[in-house]
């Protein structure tokens, strides 16, 4: 299978894991959509379910396809939430946010009683920092705040170009929440643990894209079917 056939055996293999009656957080990017159209499938044949987006675009997509939505204001805790992931190690730390929306879709999985992560298998990596860590920022100060991220990666034994985001037009992307998205190039992340935390303790950084002991499986498509990786 190539990668976007793995993307979509994780997503349909993660349906088994879905019962009557849940309250599903949707994710956001080429996997979890894949996710998405599977679950609007099921949903059209009378599976019943309700589903928070983490996105505008994956509510969207998931308006269209006849899933019923909520909000965390009048849903806040939700059984699962399926998502997809830019890298993922063995130990089910996360990078994400390659789509802007990683602040939304952390608080949607910290909602949930479960984070099921679906992915291809180039996304499993042995260190973490291949892709460029996302760091949501507000944009009041934005350049200062990014010369602080810098001196406080570099703490942590990451350096690298940290740039904010552009859109298809070469102007600043914005999240659905109206904040700026800088991209860390850091090549590796030696210690994710101790780089997340101190990155939001910056002032003016609403969040990175580390997300650390949040997810508690992981289902890895592969060129011959699917991997399943449990936390620890």
Wanted: some cysteine; proline content about 5%.
């Amino acid at each position: 299978m190539n990668a976007d056939e793995q993307k979509q055996a994780a997503a349909v293999r993660a349906l088994d894991f879905i019962e009557p009656g849940m309250k599903l957080g949707l994710g956001t990017g080429s996997t979890a959509e894949h996710f998405v159209q599977a679950l609007g499938a099921r949903v059209k044949e009378g599976f019943d379910i309700v589903g928070v987006p983490t996105s505008e675009r994956t509510g969207q997509l998931a308006e269209s396809l006849g899933i019923p939505l909520t909000n965390l204001d009048d849903t806040p805790h939700l059984d699962v939430t399926i998502d997809g992931a830019d890298e993922l190690d063995i130990d089910l730390r996360l990078i994400k946010g390659g789509g802007g929306a990683l602040l939304r879709e952390k608080i949607v999985a910290t909602a949930s009683d479960r984070m099921i992560v679906i992915a291809d298998a180039s996304k499993l990596v042995t260190t973490l920092g291949a892709f460029p860590l996302p760091v949501e920022v507000i944009p009041f100060g934005c350049t200062a705040t990014a010369g602080r991220m810098a001196e406080v990666a570099s703490a942590w034994g990451c350096t690298g170009r940290i740039a904010r985001r552009t859109d298809e037009y070469g102007e600043p992307f914005f999240t659905d929440s109206g904040n700026f998205i800088f991209d860390c190039a850091f090549g590796r992340i030696p210690d994710p643990v101790g780089l997340a935390h101190e990155l939001n303790r910056i002032a003016g950084v609403v969040d990175n894209g580390l997300f650390i002991g949040i997810a508690d499986l992981a289902i890895v498509g592969t060129p011959s079917g699917t991997d399943i990786i449990e936390a620890k």
